[in-house]
Each structure stands twice: as structure tokens, then as C-alpha cells.
């Protein structure tokens, strides 16, 4: 039975976990934590706030909601590319695409997102074709409410950078859960996109991702836990929840030689400059 492991040590200088899904939560067995008891978790070891990351329309919508309660949540809405074609199949792609346009212009809501292509799971021309037409359709909607577009790359990085450039990326760009090399990330920093590292980042066979992590500068970094998901070492196989991000932190901070704190604000500077602040006045609604 898995069970979320035990608090790190509190970092002295707060960040911010840029993507997770605290709806997720449930598909692991074991004690299950309530939004309210994760985000309370990650206050008590200085992760100041998150951005709740939907992909469909449940969790997009989800997402939102919290947000506007939450002072301590900003929100993300999209179609994950995996599910893109599923909307597609059933004739709802461009309705669902509306909704994420509504959704998107909600004061809490700060990212649209994730949004992307995975090929990992594509199968035939119908499915390949629906995940442009959204991924294309997201770019769009994040430029037109000026919000950060957080990407989802797998298997797919040249076709996600010709898509970015051929219909023009919004200002700020990130690649959420980053899994290129340190050509890419110079490339991406070349076009002043940001690159989000995640619990992978701490993974023995993952050479590349540290790589990369020394040539982006320090201005494009960006943190993530991708929780209930990759878990950082040594904790893998145990479900991971934004007050582990400590522990990805002082991984990163290890390799680049510099001081935990330091990056620490650095990346919360970034972090703000990407999302806007947490500190607008949520709204009060009754549960």
C-alpha cells in the first residue's frame, strides 16, 4: 500500500510548485489527503503556493474553482493532448475548446495548459491531427488573455518547437516536466522559453536532464512536482505531493554548485514573472 512519505526539512526561502494535480490524489491507495491538507503540508516546509494544472474539462473546471477560493492556488486549463482525441471522436473538440476559453479568462486562472503533443500514445492520422487542431488552438487562447502556455512534450520535441515557431508562442512559454538535452534547452532559452524541472531531474538515469539544468540560465528555471507523479529519488514508488518539492530543489541546487537559498529566489522571481503574484484577493465561496 503506498503512503506519502514523510515531511522534509523547511526550506528558509519559499518557492513555488508550478504544476501538479491535487485531484489526482485518489488514484493511489493508501491514506488519501484532502486539497486543503496538501497545500497545508507544502506551506509547512515553504512551498508558498501551486498552480493546479487541468487536462480535460472536469479538472480545467475544477481547477478554476479552487483557484477562486484558494488564496494559495492559481490555476491552469487545458485539454491534455491525450485527450484531444477523444473529444475529437465524439464531434465535442471545438465545444470543449470554447469552455477552456471561458475558463481562461477567469481572473485566478493564469496558465493555459497542458497543452502539447504526445506521441507516446498517438495512434493513426485522426488522433495525430486532433492534437494540432488543439494544441494550435490553446497557443491561440493564451495569447489572446496574455497567460503563460505550460506544455506537454513527449516524444515530440521537434514537432512541438515547428508548431511554437511556425504559429508564434505566447510570451511566456513553458515546458512543463522538460525532457530534452542541453541542445534543447539552449534552443529554448535562444527563444526565451522557460523550462520546468521536476522530480525526474533526481533520477540516476537522467544525465540529460542535468545537463540541461547547467547550460538554461538561471532566469528560465522553474520547479515542479507533476504530483500525484515522479516522485524524486530516493522516494520513487511512493505518491508525490507538492511539500516534497524541497527535496527536487536541493537536488538541483547540489548539481549547479550554488546555494539552496539562492536558487530558491531566483526561481520564485521566475515564477512570478511567469504567473503574476498569489496574492489577489480570492473570491469567498461556501463549500
Known amino acids: 500500500m503506498s503512503e506519502y512519505p514523510p515531511l522534509p526539512e523547511a526550506l528558509t526561502v519559499g518557492v ?3 504544476h501538479t494535480h491535487l485531484e489526482h490524489s485518489a488514484e493511489y491507495d493508501g491514506p488519501q489527503l484532502d486539497y486543503r491538507e496538501h497545500l497545508d503540508r507544502a506551506s509547512s516546509v515553504g512551498v508558498r503556493g501551486v498552480v493546479q494544472v487541468g487536462g480535460d474539462l472536469a479538472s480545467s473546471r475544477w481547477s478554476a474553482e479552487i483557484a477562486a477560493r484558494e488564496p494559495r492556488v492559481l490555476a491552469a486549463v487545458a485539454l491534455h493532448p491525450n485527450e484531444a482525441p477523444r473529444y475529437a471522436a465524439s464531434g465535442q473538440l471545438s465545444e470543449a475548446l470554447a469552455e477552456i476559453d471561458e475558463l481562461a479568462s477567469r481572473p ?16 493513426g492520422d485522426a ?38 515557431r511556425r504559429v508564434g508562442a505566447p510570451e511566456h512559454t ?27 531531474v533526481t533520477f540516476k538515469n ?16 522553474l520547479i515542479e512536482t507533476d504530483a ?12 508525490n505531493a507538492p511539500y516534497l518539492l524541497p527535496i527536487t530543489l536541493r537536488a ?14 531566483q526561481i520564485t522571481s521566475t515564477t512570478e514573472e511567469v504567473y503574476g503574484t498569489w496574492d489577489s484577493e480570492p473570491v469567498v465561496i461556501d463549500d
Open 16 to 18: 513555488y510548485d508550478n
Open 108 to 123: 485566478r486562472v493564469r496558465a493555459v495548459g497542458e497543452t502539447g503533443l504526445d506521441f507516446f500514445r498517438t495512434e
Open 127 to 164: 488522433e495525430l491531427r486532433a492534437q494540432y487542431e488543439s494544441f494550435e488552438a490553446h497557443i491561440e487562447i493564451a495569447k489572446k488573455h496574455g497567460l503563460a502556455l505550460q506544455i506537454h512534450d513527449r516524444d515530440a520535441h521537434a514537432e512541438v518547437i515547428a508548431t511554437l
Open 174 to 200: 513553458v515546458f512543463h516536466c522538460f525532457s530534452g538535452d542541453a541542445d534543447m534547452a539552449r534552443l529554448c532559452a535562444d527563444n526565451g522559453w522557460y523550462l520546468s524541472f521536476a522530480g525526474t
Open 206 to 221: 537522467a544525465a540529460n536532464l542535468r545537463e540541461a539544468l547547467e547550460v538554461i540560465p538561471r532566469s528560465r528555471i
Open 228 to 239: 500525484p507523479y515522479l516522485t524524486p529519488h530516493p522516494l520513487r514508488g511512493r505518491p
Open 252 to 265: 538541483m541546487a547540489a548539481h549547479l554548485e550554488t546555494d539552496v537559498t539562492m536558487l530558491a529566489a
